[in-house]
């Protein structure tokens, strides 16, 4: 019922900066939280950066101060903008919403991840 469509990644130098787009679609009453989770390889997913509709933000310790979380509520979206990205930050970047569907209810939706590879 709900489609997350991510956008955004590629290779990047360290000290670089992306910036991820994420577009939820479909049939949607609202949108509670909405984030970003990465996965690297060999480790499991972590939250990134989170967001909520009324716009509080709840960030990683690795990312605080570099990486920056926003959302437009009138159009579902939600940004991830990553400056000093570090060899570290390299990971399939997931976007997830939480959100409240007719006849379902509240449920968590997932992208299908974009790759973000930083590297010399």
């Known amino acids: 019922q709900v489609q997350l469509v991510e956008s955004g990644g590629g290779l990047v130098q360290p000290g670089g900066s992306l910036r991820l787009s994420c577009a939820a679609s479909g049939s949607i009453f609202s949108i509670n939280a909405m984030g970003w989770y990465r996965q690297a390889p060999g480790k499991q997913r972590e939250l990134v950066a989170a967001?909520?509709?009324?716009?509080?933000?709840n960030y990683a310790d690795s990312v605080k101060g570099r990486f920056t979380i926003s959302r437009d509520n009138a159009k579902n979206t939600v940004s991830l903008q990553m400056n000093s990205l570090k060899l570290e930050d390299t990971a399939v970047y997931y976007c997830n919403a939480e959100a409240i569907v007719p006849m379902v209810g509240r449920s968590d939706y997932w992208g299908q991840g974009t790759q973000v590879t930083v590297s010399s």
């Open positions: 967001i909520t509709s009324g716009g509080s933000t």
